[in-house]
């Protein structure tokens, strides 16, 4: 849903390359998948490029059972007749910004933190290129979607997550706080349907799928998590934020990945993150509709 959102936001969104990472299903799918979505977007010419298999230190946690044994559901598609480049995410992102003017790149984050956190511990000169982190990921007041206190995008690779939050450069964090707002009814659905667009009509299966999930019930709508960080960074007024610091848990068994969200000022911490804690769900899904559909005016 993110992916089809920034593909089809036209010239809004300079895209300059998508990596995937192991996470819901592992690399080879997230890869193929990313690879689905650019075609039926019909957007050749982004870059997909596969990038870590694994979490940092931790053990990987795919979570198949809840996203479909493909990570897409039930969506039917054919196998994307465009590849991704024989290279590593490590090299493609390194040449990204080592090129890239200071303070440029907005990189936005809608999965674990792994191939950030790995350029990062590598070549730290390099964020003199990142303008900010736009992120999803965490949970504050409405706990967690994979244990009592975590969201899953933390869990899966926690050190990775608390490298991006300590980098000091401003982070856009999209926690279920906020995407919990954003509801895929199914009056929501309908309308996406209804659009005979094929990034809308696979944007209706997904939602379709998810609201089906044993998580949610049909009247309030599986949350839309993804999409956020994209909708902010097309549609700014459609968000609100909380000024805060923000530490990961990595070591206790019992709240690995908890986000422990620091709004008080004289905490004395540095304030880096801005915390989304409330959303336009109707304006969100207005802004799918009409990009989804093609009617979305260039800004």
């Known amino acids: 849903m993110a992916l089809l959102l920034a593909l089809c936001a036209g010239d809004a969104l300079e895209i300059l390359g998508i990596t995937t990472?192991?996470?819901?299903?592992?690399?080879?799918?997230?890869?193929?998948?990313?690879?689905?979505?650019?075609?039926?977007?019909?957007?050749?010419?982004?870059?997909?490029?596969?990038?870590?298999?694994?979490?940092?230190?931790?053990?990987?946690?795919?979570?198949?059972?809840?996203?479909?044994?493909?990570?897409?559901?039930?969506?039917?598609f054919t196998e994307p007749?465009?590849?991704?480049?024989?290279?590593?995410?490590?090299?493609?992102?390194?040449?990204?910004?080592?090129?890239?003017?200071?303070?440029?790149?907005?990189?936005?984050?809608?999965?674990?933190?792994?191939?950030?956190?790995?350029?990062?511990?590598?070549?730290p000169q390099l964020l003199r290129a990142v303008k900010e982190f736009v992120v999803m990921g965490g949970a504050r007041s409405e706990g967690g979607n994979i244990t009592a206190s975590a969201e899953y995008n933390i869990f899966a690779d926690p050190h990775a997550a608390r490298c991006i939050f300590d980098t000091g450069l401003p982070v856009y964090?999209?926690?279920?706080?906020?995407?919990?707002?954003?509801?895929?009814?199914?009056?929501?659905?309908?309308r996406l349907r209804a659009i005979p667009t094929p990034p809308a009509q696979a944007a209706a299966r997904l939602l379709d799928f998810a609201s089906r999930l044993p998580a949610y019930s049909e009247e309030a709508g599986s949350p839309v998590h993804d999409p956020c960080p994209i909708a902010w960074l097309l549609a700014p007024e459609l968000?609100?934020?909380?000024?805060?610091?923000?530490?990961?848990?990595?070591?206790?068994?019992?709240?690995?990945?908890?986000?422990?969200?620091?709004?008080?000022?004289?905490?004395?911490?540095?304030?880096?993150?801005h915390w989304a804690v409330r959303a336009d769900a109707e304006g969100c899904f207005a802004l799918l509709e009409a990009t989804l559909g093609g009617r979305r005016q260039p800004r």
């Open 21 to 76: 990472v192991a996470g819901n299903v592992d690399i080879e799918q997230t890869t193929r998948n990313a690879c689905v979505m650019r075609e039926i977007a019909g957007r050749f010419a982004v870059p997909v490029i596969a990038g870590a298999e694994r979490p940092l230190k931790r053990e990987p946690i795919a979570a198949s059972h809840f996203h479909g044994e493909t990570g897409l559901g039930d969506l039917p």
């Open 81 to 123: 007749e465009h590849g991704s480049l024989e290279i590593t995410a490590q090299t493609f992102l390194s040449e990204q910004l080592r090129h890239a003017e200071a303070n440029s790149i907005s990189w936005v984050i809608t999965g674990p933190m792994t191939n950030v956190a790995s350029l990062i511990g590598n070549e």
């Open 173 to 190: 964090a999209f926690g279920l706080d906020a995407t919990h707002q954003v509801r895929a009814t199914s009056a929501r659905i309908a």
């Open 239 to 273: 968000f609100e934020f909380r000024l805060c610091a923000v530490d990961v848990e990595c070591d206790s068994p019992l709240t690995v990945g908890h986000t422990a969200v620091e709004f008080r000022p004289q905490a004395r911490r540095v304030q880096n993150v």
